[in-house]
């Protein structure tokens, strides 16, 4: 039934996929895979390498073989969020399969029908794949998953992008509500090992591949300070709380209900407040604190497509 649910969302963004190059970032990002150059900061060398890997696929141009990469993407955060409702009814809930199905079946088209997201499935751009990331960071921990594996897969969404931020006070959260004080040596090594491999690309592919001068270079982050600004996006410090807190907070408003619907919105709150319920130690408040985090970062940001950061 996953798979099906995956196979049917991919079809219906790549319906819409671009023949090329879109809006938004596309071509900067198609540019970047193809080239393995430096794109804007905070840098996206995750999005640049597996980019270089899909443009080997025998299928249309480079730009649109990344698009396909978006529409999977795109399609796996949908699916993911079938998953977790679907698995919830069934287990928690004890639903009828029917029911469970068509839980998870409500839970994917709120996802999968924002426009922004199948805009962003349409094109090269970055936030599909952090999408996709970021449903698998968040998969992980609902479904309990060990502390070293939880660290990689975070580290890796960090690679990619910096709204990983949204995570870290529910997973922080999480890990006191379940009692994790000090964990075992080995066991945090561990963890930390495989966090640092994680966000390695976002370390080390930066000032290397800038330091060979590459046809698409937007920065130059060859030295550590160089490097520190580049990868903390320093450049946008001015654009973080700005003037304008209640206009921007309206806007957030006004457009999450726009991207989800306003049915959708309240089916998503009525979902948290259930999924809340009974929940294990941590787990209820970790869709609630992402969101609370999430619309406050946005929130913060004086910027244009802030739909996009609330994706």
């Known amino acids: 039934m996953t798979a099906a649910v995956w196979f049917g969302w991919f079809a219906w963004f790549l319906a819409a996929a671009a023949p090329s190059l879109g809006g938004e970032d596309s071509g900067e990002f198609a540019t ?4 393995l150059g430096i794109s804007h900061a905070p840098g996206y060398p995750l999005y640049a390498l597996v980019g270089r890997l899909i443009c080997v696929l025998p299928v249309g141009n480079p730009a649109f073989r990344l698009n396909l990469m978006s529409a ?9 969020a079938f998953a977790c409702v679907h698995g919830e009814a069934l287990r928690r809930f004890r639903h009828r399969p029917g029911v469970a199905v068509c839980a998870g079946l409500v839970a994917a088209l709120v996802i999968g029908m924002a426009p922004a997201l199948r805009g962003q499935a349409a094109i090269s751009d970055k936030y599909a794949v952090h999408l996709a990331l970021f449903s698998v960071v968040v998969l992980a921990a609902w479904r309990g998953g060990r502390a070293p594996a939880l660290a990689f897969l975070t580290g890796l969404a960090f690679a990619h992008h910096l709204q990983t931020l949204y995570l870290v006070p529910a997973l922080a959260w999480l890990g006191w509500r379940r009692g994790i004080n000090i964990p075992r040596v080995r066991t945090a090594l561990c963890a930390a090992v495989l966090a640092l491999i994680g966000v390695s690309p976002k370390l080390v592919y930066p000032p290397i591949r800038a ?10 982050p ?21 003037p304008g807190a209640a206009t921007r907070w309206r806007d957030v408003v006004a457009r999450l209900g726009h991207e989800t619907g306003w049915a959708g919105l309240a089916t998503g709150v009525v979902g948290l407040v259930l999924l809340a319920r009974g929940a294990p130690p941590g787990l209820g408040g970790l869709p609630w604190l992402t969101l609370a985090t999430g619309l406050g970062l946005a929130a913060s940001l004086e910027i244009t497509g802030r739909e996009f950061y609330l994706l």
């Not at 970047?32 to 080239?35: D, E, F, I, N, P």
Request: aromatic share 4%; charged share 15%.
């Open 32 to 35: 970047a895979a193809v080239t």
């Open 72 to 80: 999977g993407c795109a399609a796996l955060a949908c699916t993911i």
């Open 211 to 220: 330091a060979q001068r590459p046809v698409l270079q937007l920065a130059d």
């Open 222 to 242: 060859v030295t550590p300070v160089r490097a520190l600004a580049y990868l903390t996006a320093r450049t946008y410090g001015a654009r973080v709380r700005g």
